[in-house]
């Protein structure tokens, strides 16, 4: 029996697992868009804030609908970001760093996926699941704070003002 809203069915639980996979695609068909309008470091900046959301959603939850819900949006937030990051990078890059920046955006990605796991190792019990959600959160807030600092890609910025002289510049 789960000690996270027990009395909850296998199908239900496994609604909560798949969330967080529904909402990575819908993630990865917006973040194009989000970084056409907005530009890289905006669309960056929505991911931001969805990830905070979303954390703070699933950390507060009264329920395991809404865990679902939190888990949904933290879906949207990652599959925005596995497109964006590699776009953002590759475009900042200078030629002879692009294959590297590109290798080290998966391996920073599968070495997050194993903190992860153990930090739900840890947390995984009656009193730090919600510590665990919360995490995300914290994190994202972390990341708020320095994404003021990104540079915004010249590219982006040279398609938006081809007339400009900033543009030119860069």
């Known amino acids: 029996e789960p000690f996270?809203?027990?009395?909850h069915?296998?199908?239900?639980?496994?609604?909560?697992v798949a969330a967080f996979c529904v909402g990575g695609p819908l993630g990865a068909v917006l973040a194009g868009?989000?970084?056409d309008q907005r530009g890289r470091r905006g669309a960056l900046m929505?991911?931001?804030?969805?990830?905070i959301f979303g954390g703070l959603v699933q950390a507060l939850a009264p329920s395991l609908n809404i865990v679902i819900?939190?888990?949904?949006i933290i879906g949207v937030a990652s599959g925005?970001?596995?497109?964006?990051?590699?776009?953002y990078l590759g475009e900042l890059a200078p030629p002879s760093l692009r294959g590297v920046m590109g290798t080290m955006t998966q391996f920073?990605?599968?070495?997050g996926i194993l903190v992860a796991d153990l930090v739900g190792f840890v947390l995984a019990n009656p009193t730090g699941w919600r510590y665990m959600f919360f995490l995300t959160s914290a994190m994202a807030f972390f990341q708020l704070l320095l994404t003021p600092f990104l540079l915004e890609s010249p590219r982006w910025l040279l398609g938006r003002n081809a007339?400009?002289?900033?543009?030119r510049f860069i």
């Not at 996270?4 to 009395?7: I, K, L, Q, W």
């Not at 929505?46 to 990830?51: H, K, S």
């Not at 920073?108 to 070495?111: Q, W």
């Open 4 to 7: 996270v809203f027990p009395g």
């Open 163 to 167: 007339n400009s002289n900033k543009a």
């Open 108 to 111: 920073a990605l599968v070495i």
């Open 69 to 72: 819900v939190g888990r949904a």
């Open 33 to 35: 868009q989000w970084a």
């Open 9 to 16: 069915s296998t199908s239900a639980w496994s609604m909560a």
């Open 46 to 51: 929505i991911t931001t804030w969805l990830f």
């Open 80 to 87: 925005a970001s596995t497109v964006l990051v590699p776009i």
